[in-house]
């Protein structure tokens, strides 16, 4: 019945959803719909209308409720990018559509968790830490690692990059951030990003990394950016008035900051001293060696022995150029299957996941708002339910992977 109903939409409407979820070509949308262009505009002039079944598709498409369609006007938003920080090569209002629905679906999550805490009588953590780029990254990293609370004695018992990650994300959870991750968003538009919104923050991990370790790395980076934006040394990405090559010494702060948590200093040199190598001469595979020890990436390794001065820059530039070498020649990596309740915990994280099912325990909110919430079927919920009980600790390697 819905293919031939005409929906009554507002034209205008139409036509902000369009922009509003990055298509500033109607093109890629009209060949999702199955019809031309043309027809598109057509509706968005007020010329014809979609029927009722192309309504919806359209709503899934840009992300909306399908009642946004039939408002008298269009709704007032504030921009996009006044809700996350400066990203490296993105101009504010150009982001992909896949970004725009990611950050889109991380403000909402956040909204929400704020309104059920509220709700249930809670007081979210308050995110305190500070940094500031006339520190040394050094002293940043040891601050911030001591906030996390990880022993270098625990560290050194984690088994694997999987069950580093897990400990990582709840450490940076228990310090008052929303650890999200988002799905079908390419890498080089973004590995992460933050929402530098204060009560409540929240960072966002790219699904597409597979790498556990290449996660834990992008986790700390976005997690100095925090730090950086709450002691007011950072801005969102409608204000930075920063140039590029301003920006870029606030990345690559952020990055030794990022290596310097997850390789403490005591750490590295203990290493050091059983592997005693001159400086500039590590190749690829004693790098993979020593990162190994710490759960983390060769990259992010090379990076703290570049700050360490283990490696000169140029040292460092010639032994970057054979590690993409060799990551270029690794065939792909394959993620595993995973269930809808893991791919939700995956992806809203666990404070998240236990907010909402505790709002529908105490009827605070109904099924459908918690399936809504967590974009999952009712039949998934008590799955859910089952994976909280397995402790972020665990050692299997999560299937959250995939897209």
């Not at 990259?299 to 970057?320: C, D, E, H, I, V």
């Not at 809203?348 to 459908?368: C, H, K, W, Y």
Request: charged share 30%.
């Amino acid at each position: 019945m819905g293919a031939s109903i005409p929906a009554n939409v507002t034209p205008a409407v139409l036509e902000w959803a369009r922009r509003e979820a990055g298509y500033e070509d109607p093109q890629p949308v009209a060949k999702r719909l199955g019809v031309r262009p043309e027809r598109l505009l057509a509706w968005e002039r007020g010329e014809s209308k979609p029927t009722l079944r192309q309504a919806q598709t359209l709503a899934r498409i840009y992300h909306r409720a399908l009642a946004v369609f039939f408002l008298p006007e269009k709704p007032s938003s504030p921009p996009l990018a006044a809700q996350y920080r400066r990203l490296p090569g993105i101009q504010p209002g150009k982001e992909s559509p896949e970004l725009r629905v990611a950050i889109r679906v991380m403000c909402q999550r956040r909204e929400a968790a704020i309104q059920l805490s509220e709700e249930l009588g809670y007081s979210l953590p308050e995110f305190r830490e500070v940094a500031r780029l006339s520190e040394s990254p050094l002293d940043v990293g040891r601050r911030l690692r001591s906030a996390l609370r990880v022993s270098e004695q625990e560290q050194q018992q984690w088994q694997n990059e999987w069950q580093a990650w897990r400990r990582w994300r709840e450490a940076v959870e228990n310090l008052g951030v929303f650890v999200f991750q988002f799905p079908k968003v390419d890498l080089q538009e973004a590995r992460g990003i933050t929402l530098p919104l204060f009560p409540a923050p929240v960072i966002g991990i790219n699904t597409r990394e597979t790498s556990a370790g290449a996660r834990s790395f992008t986790l700390m980076h976005e997690l100095v950016h925090l730090a950086l934006a709450l002691a007011r040394e950072e801005d969102v990405a409608l204000r930075d008035q920063r140039s590029e090559v301003d920006w870029q010494q606030v990345e690559r702060f952020a990055e030794e900051v990022a290596s310097a948590v997850l390789i403490p200093q005591p750490m590295l040199e203990e290493a050091l001293r059983q592997i005693s190598v001159r400086r500039d001469t590590r190749d690829v595979q004693r790098v993979r060696q020593l990162a190994a020890r710490f759960r983390v990436t060769p990259l992010a390794m090379a990076t703290r022995l570049r700050a360490a001065g283990q490696f000169t820059w140029t040292g460092y530039r010639r032994w970057k150029q054979e590690w993409d070498a060799c990551v270029a020649q690794l065939p792909p990596r394959r993620g595993g299957f995973a269930t809808p309740a893991e791919k939700t915990l995956g992806r809203a994280g666990r404070p998240f996941a236990q907010l909402v099912l505790e709002a529908l325990d105490s009827n605070r909110i109904t099924a459908v708002e918690a399936c809504q919430y967590l974009d999952l079927r009712w039949d998934h919920l008590e799955k859910l339910r089952m994976e909280l009980r397995v402790g972020p600790g665990a050692t299997r390697e999560p299937l959250d992977t995939g897209d």
